[in-house]
Nanobody, 120 residues
Framework: QLELVESGGGLVQPGGSLRLSCAAS????????MYWYRQAPGKQRELVAS???????NYADSVKGRFTISRDNAEDTLYLQMNSLKPEDTAVYYC??????????????WGQGTQVTVSS
């Protein structure tokens, strides 16, 4: 069974930094496309960043230049380095995996989320 566990959230001042981690198990991690989403109170869940099995990355316009998504396939772990944090970055951050199924496509799995609060 594929499981994803996020960690690294917390309270940080505006302008500060955090690094989120997502540990995967029960999957061939290196074959999966991986994603970070976030959901702020009263708002829809939005895609923050993605990284493919080949290492290609994409970012939401709101975080470009501030956030970096990366993966360590040897450790089965996804990361999100968040710098220059703003109050509007406050949200629950979720890790998602698209598990490779060959010709049948992919299956989606979600972590439980980790809270990030940016406040003075």
């Amino acid at each position: 069974q594929l499981e994803l566990v996020e960690s690294g959230g917390g309270l940080v001042q505006p302008g500060g930094s955090l690094r989120l981690s997502c540990a995967a198990s029960g999957t061939i991690f290196s074959r999966n496309d991986m994603y970070w989403y976030r959901q702020a109170p009263g708002k829809q869940r939005e895609l923050v960043a993605s990284i493919t099995s080949g290492g290609s990355t994409n970012y939401a316009d709101s975080v470009k230049g501030r956030f970096t998504i990366s993966r360590d396939n040897a450790e089965d772990t996804l990361y999100l380095q968040m710098n220059s944090l703003k109050p509007e970055d406050t949200a629950v951050y979720y890790c998602k995996a698209d598990e490779y199924q060959g010709r049948w496509g992919t299956l989606e799995y979600w972590g439980q989320g980790t809270q990030v609060t940016v406040s003075s």
